[in-house]
T-cell receptor, first 109, second 115 residues
């Protein structure tokens, strides 16, 4: 299977702390994306990082990409209760997208 | 408003009764796809379409059919639903599969229960 792997599978932190999620993939990629899913709802695009980029920022989000290790990480700084959701990395396999298993993030007040 | 719509949002049906879940996008996207999401298994692609009249199997196509007669619509058809097709289904679209502008836009999901 081409399915990506994310860790941890679940993460619970206090509001205000930083959250880091990791994603590993198995093929060469053009880009890698991160999505958020609130419970039972559709996925929402957060950020895209191209294969020639090493780091990208968007607000409180920071994404890194290490193509030599085939891995990416998503850092959410100064977490808020509204960040509670599942986070998925997504990358292009052969003509189709491959989804990681997701990390379920819980922010405790 | 740019969006992907799915209907119905919730459906309870019985084994063997044919059903169709519609998906429509208003962004003139080339690429559309269907996924199912199950606990512990993540999102798995059922079928995808790179353009009108061009469809291809994803990872779990058994028991499903799709059609792409026009660019905006990509219905998912279950000819004879079975209980193992109980799942949360998502339709998604993007401008194209290749290139840098391939953000996926997801529909709100259809929760299907087959009794």
């Amino acid at each position: 299977s081409q399915q990506g792997e994310e860790d941890p599978q679940a993460l619970s932190i206090q509001e205000g702390e930083n959250a880091t999620m990791n994603c590993s993939y198995k093929t060469s990629i053009n880009n890698l994306q991160w999505y958020r899913q609130n419970s039972g709802r559709g996925l929402v695009h957060l950020i895209l990082i191209r294969s020639n980029e090493r780091e990208k920022h968007s607000g409180r989000l920071r994404v890194t990409l290490d193509t030599s290790k085939k891995s990416s990480s998503l850092l959410i700084t100064a977490s808020r209760a509204a960040d509670t959701a599942s986070y998925f990395c997504v990358y292009q396999g052969a003509q189709k997208l491959v989804f990681g298993q997701g990390t379920r993030l819980t922010i405790n007040p | 408003e740019a969006q992907v719509t799915q209907n119905p949002r919730y459906l309870i049906t019985v084994t063997g009764k044919k059903l169709t879940v519609t998906c429509s996008q208003n962004m003139n996207h080339e690429y559309m796809s269907w996924y199912r999401q199950d606990p512990g298994l993540g999102l798995r692609q059922i079928y995808y379409s790179m353009n009108v009249e061009v469809t291809d199997k994803g990872d779990v196509p058994e028991g499903y059919k799709v059609s792409r007669k026009e660019k905006r619509n990509f219905p998912l058809i279950l000819e004879s639903p079975s209980p193992n097709q109980t799942s949360l289904y998502f339709c998604a679209s993007s401008l194209g599969i290749a290139g840098s502008t391939d953000t996926q836009y997801f529909g709100p999901g259809t929760r299907l229960t087959v009794l």
